[in-house]
C-alpha cells in the first residue's frame, strides 16, 4: 500500500488581512481620506491619492465589496448603454469611455451592468425594466442631446444618474449631475494652433446644426477665427459621420481656398485627410487609435478625468453633498512635432 508521509501539523499564526485604520495611520490621513481615494479619487490631491495607494499596495489591502453591499443594502451596480458603433470605423470614444469606466469601478468595488436600446424612448423602456427589477443602483446615460427625454424621465423617478455631456436644455439645478468635455475649449485651442502655424482661411468641418456638442465645438472655432481677425466669409461646411459625405464637404472647404481644417471629430478629420491628401493640415477632436495611426493632430477629450469625475458624482449622491457637475478641460495632442502655443 502507498504510504503518504505528511508532515506533522504545526499551528501557525494567521496574518490578520489589513483594515481602512491600518491604511490611514501608514499613510498619515483619515479614515475618509482613504475612503475618498477608493471611491471618489477626482475630489483628493494627486499627491494623496500617491501616498495612499502606495500604501494600500504594500499592506494588501483590499475592500471587502460583499461587505460593504450588505451594510448598504445596495448591489453596487451601474448600468450604461452600449452602442452597436459604426459601421466605419471601431475605436470610438463610447468604446473607450466604457472601458475606462469599467475599469476604474472595478477598483472600487463597483459593477457594470451594460444593455442596449434603439432610441432614447427604448432605453427609457430598458431602464424601466431594470428599476423595477431592482438590479440597478445608478445609471450613467451618454450621448446627450437637446430634446433628449431620458434625464427628466428619471427625475421623475427619482433614479440616481449622471450623464456623460451636459443636459443641454435643461435647467442647471442640484437635481441634475453631469460630467461634460469642454469642446468649444478644443476646438479654440486646435484653430489657434493651426492659425499660429500660418494658416489664415482655416475650415471647420462639423455636423449638422442642432446638436448641443457640435454647436459648442462650432463656436470655439468661430471665436478663435474672429479674435484672429481671419477674412470673412468663414468657410464652414457640415457633415454627418458618413466617410463619403465628409469626403464631400472636405473638398468643398477646399474648393473654396481652406488652408487647414478642424473637424469635430476625428472620423471627420480622416475624411478631410483622404480628401485633400495631406496637402494642408488637419485637426480632429476624441484623439482616438485613429488619429495616432493616421498620425495627424486631435483634441483629447481626458477620459480618464471624465470617469474619475462621474464615480464622484455617484459616491456624492449617495452622501448628499458636493459639487454636481464637472467641465474638463481637454488638451491639443500635436503630432506634426510643433507644440501648442
Known amino acids: 500500500m502507498l504510504s503518504l508521509n505528511y508532515p506533522p501539523h504545526r499551528k501557525t499564526a494567521m496574518r490578520k488581512p489589513p483594515t481602512i485604520n ?5 499613510a498619515g490621513v483619515s479614515r475618509q481620506t482613504v475612503s475618498n481615494v477608493i471611491n471618489s479619487p477626482g475630489i483628493v490631491r494627486p499627491a494623496t491619492i500617491t501616498r495612499v495607494q ?14 460593504r453591499r450588505l451594510r448598504t443594502r445596495r ?46 424612448d427604448d432605453e427609457v423602456r430598458v431602464i424601466s425594466d431594470l428599476l423595477d427589477g431592482s438590479d440597478v443602483d445608478a445609471f450613467v446615460l451618454t450621448s446627450t442631446f437637446r430634446g433628449d427625454p431620458r434625464p ?40 489657434k494652433y493651426l492659425l499660429a502655424s500660418g494658416a489664415r482661411r482655416v475650415g471647420f468641418l462639423g455636423w449638422p ?32 459621420e458618413d466617410l463619403r459625405e465628409g469626403h464631400q464637404a472636405a473638398r468643398a472647404l477646399l474648393g473654396r481656398g481652406a488652408e487647414a481644417i478642424v473637424a469635430t471629430s476625428d472620423t471627420l478629420a480622416l475624411a478631410a485627410m483622404m480628401a485633400t491628401d495631406g496637402r ?38 449617495a452622501a448628499g453633498d458636493g459639487p454636481t457637475n464637472y467641465i474638463v478641460e481637454p488638451q491639443l495632442v500635436i503630432r506634426d512635432g510643433r507644440s501648442e502655443p
Open 75 to 120: 448591489a453596487s451596480t451601474i448600468a450604461v448603454r452600449i452602442d452597436r458603433g459604426s459601421e466605419w470605423l471601431s475605436g470610438t470614444l463610447l468604446d473607450r469611455f466604457l472601458y475606462e469606466l469599467t475599469y476604474r469601478a472595478d477598483k472600487q468595488g463597483l459593477r457594470v451592468m451594460l444593455y442596449t436600446a434603439d432610441d432614447p
Open 280 to 317: 494642408i493640415p488637419v485637426v480632429g477632436f476624441d484623439n482616438g487609435p485613429m488619429a495616432a495611426s493616421m498620425k495627424f493632430s486631435s483634441v483629447d477629450q481626458c477620459l480618464d478625468l471624465v470617469t474619475d469625475h462621474v464615480l464622484s458624482l455617484l459616491d456624492r449622491d
Open 209 to 240: 446644426a442642432g446638436s448641443g456638442t457640435g454647436d459648442d465645438r462650432r463656436d470655439g472655432w468661430r471665436q478663435a477665427m474672429l479674435a484672429g481677425g481671419a477674412p470673412e466669409p468663414l468657410l464652414d461646411v457640415a457633415s454627418t
Open 152 to 191: 427628466a424621465w428619471l427625475i421623475d423617478q427619482g433614479a440616481s444618474f449622471v450623464t456623460f455631456g451636459r443636459p443641454w436644455d435643461m435647467p442647471a439645478d442640484n437635481s441634475l449631475m453631469w460630467v461634460d468635455v469642454d469642446g468649444r475649449r478644443g476646438t479654440q485651442a486646435a484653430t
Open 54 to 67: 502606495a500604501v494600500i499596495a504594500d499592506l494588501g489591502y483590499r475592500p471587502h465589496a460583499s461587505a
Open 22 to 26: 491600518d491604511v490611514a495611520v501608514a
